[in-house]
């Protein structure tokens, strides 16, 4: 089991949370040009601290589950069984499913990291994280959650799960990313999403074989399978990349009883 957190693991990029400003329209150049340093800023301190992170799955779902609640022990054994067959859970890095996903990978032994965004009610990160990274762009939070990712678990959500579910559906539609495998767990919550999906196929706005991109599910031997059909044995876990201390980078290690 972990024993230790080495506290310079977690990084803060920014928090002051000024993306509205940016979506109001053109600004100065100078003020369009400060942005842009931003953003790269952002960019270049997640890939620096996640670059060793190993091949992860990233697990959304909603920040207002109770601990109590039984899709946060959902997503506890998720973040569990997850690191049972290798990766690295990742999430928003705040409370809810995100907690809960993070628990179960954390206290499982593995490595457990987030991706924060900043928001008004001032989201904090759960305590079941090695590494977390606070991004005031939701779209530089978006691309971290995908870049490090080989398959994507969604439980049940709001709005932002929504967004996040369609996104990475785009993204494998559209072949901007590879068909990692998604699984969607809590079918009662969703059965009125499979419907809607169902439909998009009957109404030819999506493809038939678009259906296969999703796996609803209860069963968590099955989503574990799934996972480990279509991300580990068909496209290999790479080998984490190695930190170079002379450059001041450090891996992540975790200490087991």
Known sequence: MIKDIDKKSRIIISDTGEEF??????????????????????????????????????????????QDHAFFKMAEEVGKELTNIGFTVMTGGGPGIMEGANRGGFNNGGISVGAEIVLPHEQKPNPFLHATAKFNYFFVRKFLLFKYSYGFIVLPGGFGTMDELFEALTLIQTKKIKDFPIVVMGTEYYRPLMTLVEHMATEKTIDPEDLDLLLFTDSMEEAMQHIKKHSIERFKLLKKTEALSYLGESSFSTKRN
């Open 21 to 66: 400003y940016y979506l109001e329209g053109p600004k100065s150049r100078w003020k369009e040009f400060i942005f842009t340093l931003k953003v790269m800023k952002e960019f270049i301190s997640a890939f620096r601290r996640l670059h060793f992170v190993g091949p992860c799955i990233t697990v959304f779902g909603s920040a207002r589950y109770a």
